[in-house]
C-alpha cells in the first residue's frame, strides 16, 4: 500500500470507456465475474491506493456511479468522439483529478495487484520519472509491457491533449516522450487482461 502521503497525492483511474469490439461491443466493465460486474473488482482493488477514484465511461454511465458509489467515484466521458482508445480517458482524467498522481487499471483486469501503486510510486520517484508503468516476465524471459497499468503525473495533461490533437493514439509512443520507468512485477496473474467472453468462462472458477 502507498503511504499516508503518497495516497493522499493519488487518484486512480478506472479505463471503461471502451468499445469492447472483443466482446461483440457489449460493456465490457459491467460484465458479471463471480456475481459481480468486472469493474467493480478493479474499482475495489485501487480504491484503497488512493484519495479517489474516477472511473473512465462513455456508455453505462448511471450504471457505473451506482457501481462505484460506495467508494465515492466518480464518473468521466472522454471529451473526444469515436472512442480514440485509452489515452483519451487517461487525458480526461488528468484533468479531473486534483491530486498530483493519476493510478490507472483496465476495468477488465479483476486480479489487479493491490500494491501496483506502492510499486511505481516507487519507481517514479527513484528514477525521477514522469510515468511508470508495469510488466512482467513470462516462462521464457520475454518482457510484456502491461502500458494501461500505469501511474502518470497530472501534470501532462496538456502535453497529452497535444498529442491526441495531433491525431496520435498510441500509449507507449507518447510515454517515449517522456521519463517512462517500466516496472517489473512476478505476478502475471494480476495483469490478466479478460478480453473475449470466453476468456470470462475459463477465468470464472479458477
Known amino acids: 500500500m502507498l503511504n499516508v502521503h503518497s495516497s493522499s497525492n493519488v487518484t486512480a483511474l478506472v479505463l471503461a470507456g471502451g468499445r469492447g469490439s472483443r466482446m461483440g461491443g457489449i460493456d465490457k466493465g459491467m460484465q458479471p465475474f463471480r456475481g459481480e460486474p468486472l469493474a467493480l473488482h478493479v474499482i475495489r482493488r485501487v480504491a484503497p491506493q488512493a484519495a479517489a477514484v474516477l472511473i473512465s465511461a462513455n456508455r453505462s454511465l448511471d450504471d457505473y456511479a451506482r457501481l462505484g458509489a460506495a467508494f465515492g467515484a466518480r464518473v468521466i466521458a472522454d471529451t473526444r468522439a469515436d472512442f480514440p482508445g485509452p489515452l483519451a480517458g487517461i487525458a480526461a482524467?488528468?484533468?479531473?483529478a486534483t491530486t498530483e498522481f493519476l493510478l490507472i487499471a483496465p476495468c477488465d483486469a479483476p486480479f489487479v495487484d493491490e500494491h501496483l501503486g506502492a510499486?511505481?510510486?516507487h519507481a517514479l520517484d527513484a528514477k525521477r520519472a514522469s510515468i511508470a508503468y508495469a510488466a512482467t516476465i513470462d516462462a521464457s524471459g520475454d518482457v510484456m509491457a502491461h502500458p494501461v497499468f500505469a501511474l502518470l503525473q497530472t501534470s501532462l495533461a496538456d502535453d497529452l491533449d497535444a498529442w491526441l490533437d495531433?491525431?496520435?493514439?498510441k500509449v507507449r509512443a507518447w510515454y517515449a516522450r517522456h521519463t517512462a520507468a517500466e516496472v517489473q512485477f512476478h505476478d502475471e496473474r494480476a495483469f490478466y487482461n479478460i478480453n473475449d467472453l470466453q476468456q470470462?468462462?475459463?477465468?470464472e472458477p479458477r
Not at 93 to 96: F, K, T, V, Y
Not at 200 to 203: I, M, T
Open 119 to 121: 510499486a511505481l510510486m
Open 166 to 169: 495531433a491525431g496520435e493514439r
Open 93 to 96: 482524467a488528468l484533468r479531473a
Open 200 to 203: 470470462l468462462v475459463e477465468l
